[in-house]
């Protein structure tokens, strides 16, 4: 191993821009966020099937068979004579369906809540929606930020900041126990907060940290696990999508909540950190593997890895330097991250790969960009029909008559969150629920702001949570190839229990918002005062 981060070599570009590294996640597939190149991910079953896959194939058809057989039935049930609640049950329902049946995510949502409405109203209050809701939902000048953070992400990933961060991270911190683990750690965090994209983040990592730490002789649950907790910090360090997408739902200014997310980014990546420390300390104890590193690393070294990764806090200090003093709008701040990362990609990338990449990033941004406004769209129509037909009203009053204050809410919520992180994927978890709660966050009086920082991060851990949670399966996917692996045989539990292993931090964490709401507020309080 040399003791110096080497060169990146042009095929490594060329290579970039056939990778499908993503800013969502959709069903089985790792894709660009324009959906225009898909890298597909085998599917959990069929991970688990193997080549067994064809005999299950019966299996497939009659859960579809059966799925379009309860989908029609919630359908026919709005129009029987039932009670506003049940037409709205009925809506639910079938959105899961739909959405089970791997609709996009706006049209799952989309056409439950016009059946209902229909149900419950009639024709007029259907054209009334579809005539003025889509354009008043998304004709927002706060809306005109996502955009611009799309484009930056894409090229971000086409530039070749992933070597340049793990480099980086891997010469400062590799003389700690569990240095490479922490390295990949930041370098996760960093790299998914100017991305935008956990999946994306987590894909890259893996190829190059676990199969170097695994090299190195650390432990594969520190391996694997230190992976997988990288980019949780990804969705709340600004500038991310899914803070802006949950702002335009519940009509927050975009940039306090922007400002809400980076403490608590900074803190889940800190906590984490200390978790590594632990386990490295007690493995290294108990010879389960050496987790300090033995290479030679002069000064001179470590202060040059940095100048390939200056994109980073650049980016950073931009979009929350530039909110936070007042000088930038969060629009502003976006335009000027994506021009830094246009100039970015002109430096790093040959000139003809260089215009390609522009031009790609261009074309997945519209296409990405029109599938988050459809998704806002849907909540807009989804969060009408829960209010006329009372289910949200409902929904708060049953909180009431617990008797549950502020902190037993948010408890009694991280608990329904985790249970349904193990079934689905983070962003329809929280457009399904954010429609619902949204009166009994404003009759316990808790910060809107702070609520975003709460729900993408339990997001962030649904994508974690097995069974379902897809980034296992990543793992476990990339972990098959000889290359990464190192030799050791990973099998699927391996990655669970890394998984497990740093759930607790996790929910230390979270505990930690909900004690101290400040970490979340103060910066959004201070640039008000400013």
Known sequence: MTSEWPTRPQSSVDDRENQDLSMTTTSNQVSAPGGAETRPIPAPSKMKAGNAAGKGGGGSRIAFVVTTALLVAAAIGMFLPVTPGGIGACALVMMLLLIFLRIPI????????????????????????????????????????????????????????????????????????????????????????????????TYALARIGIPEMLAAGYDKRLALGSVIVAGLPGQLIPPSIMLVIYAGIVEVPVGPQLLAGFAPGVLVALVMTVG??????????????????????????????????????????????????????????????????????????????????????????????????????????????????????????????????????????????????????????????????????????????????????????????????????????????????????ISLNDVFNATWWFMPFAILFTILLILFPEIVTFLPDLSVQR
């Open 106 to 201: 706006g049209f799952a949502m989309m056409v439950p809540s016009l059946l209902g409405l229909y149900a419950l109203r009639g024709l007029p209050v259907v054209e009334g929606a579809l005539s003025t809701m889509a354009y008043d939902k998304v004709a927002s000048w706060t809306l005109s930020v996502i955009p611009m953070f799309v484009l930056m992400g894409l090229l971000m990933w086409k530039s070749g900041l992933t070597e340049s961060l793990y480099g980086a991270a891997r010469l400062w911190l590799g003389k700690l126990p569990g240095g490479l683990a922490i390295g990949t750690n930041l370098a996760g965090a960093g790299l998914a907060s100017v991305s935008g994209s956990t999946v994306g983040t």
């Open 276 to 489: 590594i420390l632990i386990f490295a300390t007690v493995w290294t104890r108990r010879g389960t593997g050496s987790m300090i590193s033995r290479e030679k690393v002069t000064w001179a070294q470590r202060f040059r890895s940095l100048g390939p990764a200056w994109p980073v806090p650049a980016i950073i200090f931009i979009v929350l330097g530039g909110m936070l003093s007042g000088v930038f709008t969060a629009t502003e701040a976006g335009a000027g991250a994506a021009l830094v990362a246009i100039i970015v990609t002109m430096i790093l990338m040959r000139k003809r790969n260089a215009f390609r990449a522009l031009s790609d990033s261009a074309v997945g941004t519209i296409s990405s960009v029109g599938a988050i406004f459809l998704m806002i769209i849907g909540v807009e129509m989804l969060s009408r029909l829960l209010t006329l037909t009372g289910i949200s009203n409902g929904f708060a009053m049953w909180v009431e008559s617990l008797g549950l204050n502020r902190v037993g809410f948010l408890l009694l919520m991280m608990a329904i969150y985790i249970i349904l992180g193990t079934f689905m994927e983070p962003l329809p978890m929280m457009l399904l629920t954010i429609p619902i709660l949204l009166p009994t966050i404003e009759s316990l009086d808790i910060s809107l702001l702070w609520f975003g920082v709460f729900v993408v991060f339990m997001g962030e851990l649904a994508i974690l949570t097995p069974p379902v949670g897809i980034l296992s399966f990543i793992i476990h996917s990339i972990v098959k190839d000889p290359a990464v692996n190192r030799g050791q045989k």
